[in-house]
């Protein structure tokens, strides 16, 4: 029972570190039907930033959480400012276009950042300080359950939370529920569709240095090609929950998560891929919409 | 629009004789002996690519300075293979068409094996730094093949006598990464650990490179209740690894390989690297020519060299050496004076053997202690 609880345990930190990332692509694609496939480099970028950051405070004489804030911050605005001009350049002109046309010039983009930040920075792995708290009332479960592994799990919630709230019950949120449903009405009845996408992808790059900062402080090392392998799982993860759904995203990241851990703990990890992946065959052809995901009749 | 089959197929040829054009004035141009260096050269892995590089390129300097081999300059042709099979092969044939002599390279076992046919059909000797992986040699099927660095059975050797006969373990737990040089050092492992009779091997598994993180196989070795880990692949996942073993609290001895006994690990597994062992290359500080390898590498690229640049330093000199002795670039001649005479190299004095494995290179053990690999066998 307790290695259940262990491995539980694994997948649900695992599970969180995917949906954090996921929710960013979710967010995109809610609105604008877009594959944003350079969000992983935004979430690498954030972690960069993190780390240079947090060295220099730390030069400086700086420690504990006030180096955690400073570097977040910096990082979420670092990364939003990125998100915010990768969609001008890239997503924007190509808006009348066919939905191929900004697929590949987002994959593009992903390209271009991950060489970018390997000829400005390095090819090499960096060591990541542990930035995150200790948390002194898990230090009994320390063996089981960290602190990162804690904070990264009430992140990836109380994230959650804070989006669907957003969307919701905001002004904003409402512009973005009405773009997703038909961008030319919502422009017709005022509603700015530049704008509102700026900010989808403002908060879905936010979301993504967040994530870098957190998962960076548990894995400890980063280059500048973590966002490759982080982006495909957590996108993945957001087709398997429904791309386009927000709690879709985060059970989406959990359950592909879960199969990985519990596949590598009862099975073998030499098939925690093909687990993973098995079952999202499974899922979409029981739902081709995602666990949490509208069927939609395709706008023509 | 419908096109003109006539007009499109004339295109094409005048097209195709362009091309043919263009490669064939290279190709006669050229006065230089042409070396290729390939490798990681960017990517994840490039930290094991690029030290090659720099060491042909001061054996180069040096050879130039003194007016060359056979009178002839000598010329690298660098190429990146990113330590993947299918950028490999590409890059194999590239070099082939440019008319290479001697291939320095590859660095990864896998790229190395994909890429060895094409230099096999093209008669292009390749002696490798670094790629480890046994059946390049002893299956036989590569005559071209040569390397400068001992085989991975030979590390799955030392890491398994080390376990059972100074660390005296019973239960070892071997893990790899699926890559052809992981998997292969661990099967070692494993063939060795059960052929002794001294221990049991209580898990064996492959992980997946890149994970975003390994607690669930970290909770399973803790399950497993082995002594040791013996771990066949690089530094990114054994760094990761080792920080989540100790992270709970585990105190099981973590043993590696020269993919592990890089600088990197150590810089990025922070105190957490602390008693983890690695087999690497023997130590050749105390050998002159290494010391003024190394030197040349800090004046000419101011810091100290990186992976296997004393293999790709040796590899370069022995081609060169080779070229000299044989009076000619032909395969027949060069493969000929590598296996029959020795040279001088930062390794010490080397030649190959008929299976293109180096004679007098070897492996020692080395364990992290304060922050730094030191040779403990």
């Known amino acids: 029972m307790d290695y259940f609880l262990e491995i539980f345990l694994s997948g649900l930190t695992r599970g969180s570190i995917y949906a954090l990332i996921a929710l960013g692509y979710t967010m995109v694609y809610g609105i604008i039907e877009l594959i944003n496939f350079a969000h992983g480099e935004i979430y690498m970028i954030g972690a960069f930033t993190a780390l240079i950051i947090a060295s220099v405070l730390t030069t400086l004489g700086m420690s504990g959480p006030a180096v955690l804030i400073l570097a977040g911050i910096v990082a979420v605005i670092y990364a939003s400012a990125y998100g915010f001009t990768v969609e001008k350049i890239a997503y924007k002109p190509l808006r009348g276009a066919s939905r191929l046309s900004p697929l590949i010039s987002a994959i593009g983009m992903s390209i271009f950042l991950q060489n970018y930040v390997m000829l400005a920075q390095t090819s090499d792995f960096l060591p990541f300080p542990n930035l995150l708290p200790e948390l002194p009332f898990l230090e009994s479960t320390a063996h089981i359950m960290g602190s990162t592994d804690f904070i990264i799990i009430a992140t990836t919630a109380v994230v959650m939370v804070a989006l669907t709230l957003l969307i919701k019950f905001t002004r904003m949120g409402k512009a973005m529920r009405a773009t997703a449903q038909d961008r030319n009405m919502a422009m017709l009845v005022g509603v700015n569709v530049n704008r509102v996408i700026s900010a989808t992808f403002i908060i879905g790059s936010a979301l993504a240095a967040i994530g870098g900062v957190l998962i960076a402080s548990h894995i400890g090392r980063i280059n500048f090609y973590i966002g490759f392998i982080a982006g495909i799982k957590a996108f993945t993860a957001a087709v398997l929950g429904g791309i386009g759904s927000i709690p879709g995203a985060v059970l989406g990241g959990l359950v592909l998560g879960w199969t990985e851990c519990f596949a590598t703990g009862y099975v073998s990890s030499d098939y925690e891929d093909a687990f993973a992946f098995a079952l999202l065959v499974l899922i979409l052809i029981l739902r081709p919409a995602g666990i949490l995901g509208k069927a939609s009749v395709q706008k023509v | ?377």
């Open chain 2, 1 to 377: 629009m419908k096109r003109n089959p006539i007009i499109s197929m004339t295109l094409f040829w005048v097209l195709g004789l362009f091309f043919t054009a263009i490669s064939y004035g290279n190709a006669t141009a050229a006065e230089t002996i042409k070396i290729g260096v390939a490798g990681a050269h960017s990517g994840d892995l490039a930290s094991y690519g690029i030290p090659s590089v720099k060491a042909a390129e001061l054996v180069v300097k040096e050879v130039n300075a003194r007016g060359g081999i056979l009178g002839r300059q000598v010329e690298l042709l660098v190429e990146d293979d990113v330590c993947k099979p299918e950028v490999a092969t590409n890059t194999a044939t590239k070099l082939a068409s440019q008319k290479a002599t001697a291939v320095l390279g590859h660095i990864c076992s896998g790229a190395t094996k994909a890429a060895l046919g094409i230099y096999k059909d093209a008669k292009i000797v390749v002696i490798s730094p670094s790629a480890t992986n046994p059946e390049l040699t002893q299956s036989g099927r590569y005559p071209n093949f040569f390397r400068t660095i001992a085989s991975d059975d030979a590390q799955a050797r030392l890491e398994v006598d080390f376990a059972l006969d100074v660390l005296k373990v019973k239960k070892i737990a071997v893990l790899h990464d699926k890559g052809d040089y992981g998997k292969g050092l661990a099967e070692y492992a494993k063939k060795f650990i059960e052929e002794s009779g001294k221990a049991s091997v209580v898990f064996y598994e492959g992980i997946t490179p890149g994970a975003v993180d390994y607690s669930s196989v970290v909770q399973k070795i803790k399950r497993s209740g082995a002594e040791a880990v013996i771990y066949g692949g690089y530094h990114p996942e054994a760094s990761s690894i080792v920080s989540q073993m100790r992270r709970r609290a585990m105190k099981t001895t973590f043993i590696s390989d020269d993919g592990v006994k890089d600088d990197t690990f150590i810089k990025v597994a922070g105190t957490y690297a602390e008693g983890v062992y690695a087999t690497g290359p023997k130590d050749t500080t105390k050998n002159p020519l290494a010391i003024a390898a190394i030197e040349a590498h800090r004046k000419t690229y101011g810091s100290d060299p990186g992976a296997f640049f004393l293999n790709a330093y040796a590899g370069m000199q022995a081609i060169l050496n080779a070229i000299e002795k044989a009076r000619s670039t032909k395969y027949k001649a060069v493969a000929g004076a590598l296996r029959s005479h020795y040279v001088d190299t930062p390794l010490g004095k080397i030649k190959f053997d008929n299976r293109g494995d180096a004679i007098g290179v070897g492996f020692s053990m080395y364990q992290v202690r304060k922050g730094v690999y030191v040779q403990v066998r």
